[in-house]
């Protein structure tokens, strides 16, 4: 009779189940994604490498700020909503330096320009270091042994009063920025062109990534960043300033917003205030789509969302539309919490005691 009891879950265990069919159904969309991507670029193939080239520039503005995310969650845990603000300051100081003191502007001699914008970006790494740092002291240390709950709310808190700085700096409506950038095409595809400015936001986001991860991999703050990732308590006993490498990280994330800022600024040539609440959203969805708290993982899952927003937006044939962008990218969210909590490239851990 014992024998009989426990075989009896296991003859249950071994009928249908409703989560069977999850996996087919993740495969299916894949398949009818990947049919929608083949069919486009047969229709407009030049329409296609364009939009898809864009996308990868997008999407390696998102990996700066998704960078920030991964770094203090892989450090306390805590998903900062304020970075994203802080990362809408740093387009604001940019402006501010480059339109305004500097007066940069579509006819500015380029070694003017270059000049000009090398020190607009000291200054917004700094400014966006300096500031998130600051929040870390004020808002997000004195709370850091209490319930989780607490600085989740004090976040949420400092991305309010974050926003309400840049409402009084820039205003209700989005403000223009000069073209700084040179307007030409790099390649045309198909009658499609490139132009030099996405290229050249693309080409200074990646070295900054890659500085990043060496940092972060092979220099003793990394290890010390990783060693208190994994046991705050272990790391202190071991010589490591816990407190210090906490800022340092805080630092570190700043400093890729304002980063991102100026890019972002470069980019689209117009900020307002309230861009960082939903960039801030987008770029931590990509850093959950990656695995938060994993550095590669937060550019591919940036680059995968700036991908899907540029084709949806811009392919031809059965694409939702702008309108939907953001339900989709939010929709993906979902799906990754949902089946897949630890990301692309991220590892699953078990929940501590």
Request: proline share 5%.
């Amino acid at each position: 009779m014992a024998t009989d009891a426990r075989s009896e879950p296991i003859t249950r265990r071994r009928g249908f189940q409703p989560a069977d069919v999850v996996p087919w159904i993740g495969l299916l969309l894949v398949a009818l994604l990947v049919f929608w991507l083949i069919v486009n670029f047969v229709k407009t193939p030049g329409d296609f490498v364009s939009i898809a080239l864009e996308g990868i520039t997008l999407g390696l503005v998102y990996g700066l700020i998704a960078l920030g995310y991964s770094l203090v969650y892989g450090i306390l845990e805590l998903i900062n909503f304020a970075h994203g603000d802080v990362f809408m300051l740093g387009s604001w100081i940019s402006f501010a330096v480059a339109a305004q003191w500097l007066n940069l502007g579509p006819d500015s001699a380029g070694a003017t320009v270059i000049g000009g914008l090398a020190l607009t970006l000291l200054i917004a790494m700094a400014f966006c270091a300096l500031l998130n740092a600051s929040i870390e002291r004020v808002a997000y240390r004195p709370l850091r042994n209490a319930p989780r709950l607490a600085p989740l709310i004090t976040a949420i808190g400092m991305s309010f009063i974050l926003q309400d700085v840049g409402l009084n700096r820039l205003g209700p409506a989005p403000v223009s920025v000069p073209n700084i950038l040179p307007t030409g095409a790099v390649f045309t595809i198909g009658g499609i062109a490139y132009p030099w400015s996405s290229l050249i936001v693309a080409v200074s986001a990646i070295p900054v990534l890659i500085l990043l991860v060496w940092l972060v991999q092979r220099t003793r703050q990394g290890r010390a960043m990783r060693a208190t990732a994994q046991d705050q308590e272990a790391a202190a006993m071991m010589g490591i300033n816990v407190n210090r490498t906490i800022s340092f990280t805080f630092l570190l994330a700043g400093s890729l917003a304002g980063v991102a800022g100026l890019l972002y600024a470069l980019y689209s040539t117009n900020i307002q205030f309230d861009q960082g609440f939903t960039l801030g959203l987008i770029a931590f969805t990509a850093a959950v789509l990656g695995g938060i708290g994993n550095l590669p993982g937060a550019v591919l899952g940036a680059i995968i969302i700036g991908l899907i927003q540029q084709f949806n937006e811009g392919l031809s044939w059965h694409a939702p539309g702008s309108d939907w962008t953001q339900s989709i990218v939010f929709a993906i969210l979902i799906l990754i919490l949902v089946f897949r909590p630890e990301g692309l490239l991220g590892e699953r851990t078990p929940e501590g005691g």
